[in-house]
């Protein structure tokens, strides 16, 4: 199968070497020492590629802090924002009543899993005073009657506290006491 050129070189292989090299051909060759091929290091383009990425580094980080995170603009931002943060009463009001509130709902909490209503009802509640105080919030941003507007807004925390403590009273009002709770009573009540 071999083609007729292959077959006619292996046939005519004596014709072909005809022609030796010189001697001195293959002692040259033989001194010649050995080169390594060096590759040298190209420094240029490394030290381009290392600026190139330093420099995109800084700007995007000169761009992040003083355009897009410019803490002046963001303080100037929340002044503007929440105006009634600046108020120490209100602020002081915000700290007792939430706390007060959180503490509440976290013993309404324990009865929510026998009256899914009952949860239903309080969210239901919380979410509309939850509308009236972010009206009272944009209000005072305005400057619209700035005294009234705190006040209201103390109200507002009050009415929730209010709704909890009168939701635990009926939640205990209602539960069947035990002995030692009619002793507690009495003694209450003896005084």
């Excluded at 355009?67 to 007792?96: D, H, R, V």
């Excluded at 239901?124 to 939850?130: P, W």
């Amino acid at each position: 199968m071999l083609d007729k050129l292959e077959r006619f070189v292996i046939d005519h292989k004596d014709e072909f070497d005809i022609y030796q090299p010189r001697e001195e051909l293959w002692d040259k060759i033989e001194k010649r020492p050995k080169q390594i091929e060096k590759i040298p290091f190209n420094w240029k383009k490394y030290a381009y590629r290392a600026a190139v990425v330093t420099l995109i580094f800084m700007s995007s980080f000169f761009i992040q802090k003083y355009f897009i995170f410019n803490p002046k603009q963001q303080a100037s931002q929340t002044e503007e924002a929440a105006p009634e943060l600046q108020i120490p009463e209100l602020i002081e009001a915000e700290i007792y009543y939430t706390g007060q509130i959180n503490t509440r709902f976290q013993e309404v909490q324990k009865y929510f899993g026998n009256n899914p209503e009952l949860e239903e009802q309080i969210n239901y509640d919380f979410k509309e005073l939850d509308v009236i105080l972010e009206e009272l919030k944009n209000d005072l941003k305005e400057n619209i009657a700035t005294e009234e507007i705190v006040n209201a807004m103390i109200q507002n925390y009050r009415i929730k506290v209010k709704i909890l403590e009168n939701l635990l009273y009926q939640i205990r009002k209602s539960e069947p006491k035990t002995n030692s709770d009619e002793q507690n009573e009495r003694k209450t009540y003896d005084l």
